[in-house]
């Protein structure tokens, strides 16, 4: 966004996966950042603030009306036309449920929580912030060629170099969570060093380390 990071954040600089004598080990400068969700959101508006951003609060969306060349948008205490409307209204997107699940139609985005978690970790704050590059990078073109219909709005999401992870992670999600069968887990996770290695292709600051002896786990 290129703004500082202020709010109050612990850096990680190293995360480690442990699953039965494995052990591997990413490291970053940092790997993630951990920060206070509400604390984020504030320092968030602060920032649109300054940057001469009208936020109105405590404001409702009651009813979303498609037209031919804009969307009307009700909330509780005003009626307004736009071109474009990017919904970031969290994962329980009032937006998104009008939009039956599609995430983009003519005049209409969604970005951030609405448009999808990690769903490995259900981490929203990267993942939001991303979506909002592609959903800003949208626009532009939209209005630079006066074609709102964003019918390649979706292959923008999945051609991102962070956002294309997304159909990996629904993958290794549903081995993780969903498969019950102890030798299949197990094969899966003598992938990880290659996991690994990928993460450190995505990004060069990522040092992959194999590190089947860095903890000695003790069986109770």
């Known amino acids: 966004m290129g703004l500082p990071f202020e709010p109050p954040h612990v850096p990680i600089h190293e995360l480690r996966l442990l699953y039965g004598r494995h052990t591997f080990a990413v490291r970053g400068q940092p790997v993630f950042r951990v920060v206070r969700r509400d604390e984020f959101d504030h320092w968030l508006v602060q920032s649109g603030q300054r940057q001469g951003i009208t936020i109105r609060q405590d404001e409702a969306v009651k009813?979303?009306?498609?037209?031919?060349?804009?969307?009307?948008?009700?909330?509780?205490?005003?009626?307004?036309?736009?071109?474009?409307?990017?919904?970031?209204?969290?994962?329980r997107s009032f937006?998104?449920?009008?939009?039956?699940?599609?995430?983009?139609?003519?005049?209409?985005?969604?970005?951030?929580?609405?448009?999808?978690?990690?769903?490995?970790?259900?981490?929203?704050?990267?993942?939001?912030?991303?979506?909002?590059?592609?959903?800003?990078?949208?626009?532009?073109?939209?209005?630079?060629?006066?074609?709102?219909g964003f019918d390649d709005y979706?292959?923008?999401?999945?051609?991102?170099?962070?956002?294309?992870?997304?159909?990996?992670?629904?993958?290794?999600?549903?081995?993780?969570?969903?498969?019950?069968?102890?030798?299949l887990v197990t094969f899966f996770w003598n992938f990880a060093p290659a996991v690994i290695r990928v993460l450190a292709w995505l990004n060069p600051y990522y040092v992959p380390v194999d590190q089947p002896r860095l903890i000695r786990l003790n069986n109770p």
Do not use: C
């Open 63 to 91: 009813a979303i009306n498609p037209r031919t060349d804009y969307v009307e948008v009700v909330t509780t205490r005003a009626t307004f036309h736009a071109r474009t409307l990017v919904a970031a209204d969290g994962s």
């Open 95 to 148: 937006v998104r449920q009008h939009l039956k699940g599609s995430i983009a139609r003519p005049h209409i985005l969604l970005a951030g929580d609405a448009a999808g978690v990690d769903p490995m970790f259900r981490e929203g704050i990267s993942f939001a912030l991303t979506y909002g590059d592609v959903a800003a990078a949208a626009i532009i073109d939209a209005f630079a060629r006066q074609d709102f």
């Open 154 to 183: 979706k292959k923008r999401i999945l051609r991102h170099r962070i956002l294309s992870q997304l159909r990996l992670r629904v993958t290794a999600a549903r081995v993780a969570y969903f498969v019950d069968y102890s030798r």
